[in-house]
């Protein structure tokens, strides 16, 4: 008989330090040490949370955020820096997984990104949100493939998506499809109002019932006082409040513990890792309840980058790579000559990806 696996999770729900980086990096490090304490190998914290969330996007029209949006820049993560190597070492000493989420700052751009690091210390995954919803469209730029993973750690097998990604069913089934046992979500917290705390009760739910895995949800919380901050026009405080819904949930969709949705606090579960089969067991949606010949999903999982840099061609030719040609014809489509090759064999540059399309001269 298999030994019986249990993995103690903590989900954290506490007000960021709006001042600096380092003082809601002081509180990270300190919930870390304090869910340790309570047992907890996989930590997590809320979307964004260091240096914090940018609420001030959702409030102020766009001539009056420069501003802010300056002062984030200022105290937003670099990857790796000071701020990730603080953690890398924190996790390391208490031996516990790690997934934080930052604002992060790639030259002259910001990234929702979610860090994992695993109980040795060692960054696993970093991924950037592939489409910032709505107001955080002119905060932060758009992530890319590569970051739809899911990867091996000391809990297990974790995934991640941030927010409204859980409303995209191709995010959500790219980390199911690669058998995620736990699923961590994080969100703002501390905006809309108690229907974005409905919404997301009800999705993270269905995720976990969906994919057969566990999840584990953090929230962000604003104090009364940050909220006034935030937001001076009394009228629109109600968009920078409530929306809290820190949750632990099994795989057959249920509450864990009882949810945290108003004040600061740390919840903590012990997730049963057999619960997963005894869910997929009946249905398991990327295996035997999967219909692949009928439903299928591509993913383009190359990092997107600027610029691409390879040899030069001849101006006279477009030559098709070798690993990339079959002499047979039969990658080829016979109504317009294409190779339908994807892979690691078709990241080129973008003239030697045109000949492939094309074809060779016939």
């Not at 006279?316 to 892979?343: C, L, W, Y």
């Amino acid at each position: 008989m298999t030994e019986k696996r249990i993995v103690r999770v903590a989900a954290v729900q506490i007000a960021p330090d709006l001042d600096s980086l380092e003082g809601t990096l002081a509180r990270v490090l300190a919930a870390l040490d304090e869910a340790a304490a309570k047992g907890a190998r996989l930590v997590v914290f809320p979307e964004t949370f260091v240096p914090w969330y940018p609420y001030f996007s959702f409030v102020l029209p766009p001539v009056l955020t420069g501003a802010e949006h300056l002062r984030l820049y200022e105290n937003a993560v670099v990857v790796p820096g000071p701020a990730t190597e603080a953690v890398a070492a924190s996790a390391r000493r208490l031996g516990v997984v790690v997934v934080l989420g930052v604002n992060e700052r790639d030259h002259g751009s910001l990234y929702n990104t979610q860090l994992v690091f695993d109980a040795d210390g060692s960054l696993k995954l970093k991924r950037r949100k592939i489409t910032p919803t709505f107001h955080e469209r002119m905060i932060w730029g758009q992530g890319d493939g590569a970051g739809l993973q899911a990867v091996d750690t000391a809990v297990g097998r974790v995934g991640a998506l941030a927010c409204w990604e859980h409303y995209n069913p191709l995010a959500r089934y790219a980390l199911m499809a690669q058998h995620e046992e736990i699923h961590v979500a994080q969100f703002p917290g501390s905006l809309v109002g108690p229907i974005f705390a409905d919404q997301i009760e009800v999705t993270i739910r269905h995720h976990a019932l969906e994919s057969g895995c566990f999840v584990v949800n953090a929230t962000g919380w604003l104090t009364e006082e940050q909220v006034a901050r935030v937001c001076p026009d009394e009228k629109l405080r109600r968009a920078v409040s409530g929306g809290c819904m820190t949750a632990i949930i099994s795989p057959e969709g249920s509450h864990l513990v009882p949810p945290l949705t108003s004040g600061e606090g740390i919840l903590v579960a012990d997730l049963d890792m057999a619960l997963i089969t005894k869910r997929k067991r009946m249905m398991d949606s990327v295996g035997h309840y999967a219909r692949p010949e009928l439903l299928g999903l591509q993913l383009d999982n190359r990092p997107a980058v600027p610029m691409r840099t390879s040899a030069a061609f001849p101006h006279t030719a477009f030559p098709v790579p070798a690993d990339m040609t079959d002499p047979t014809g039969s990658d080829r489509d016979e109504t317009d000559g294409a190779d339908r090759r994807s892979g690691p064999a078709a990241d080129r540059a973008a003239d030697q990806r045109v000949a492939v399309l094309r074809g060779p001269a016939r």
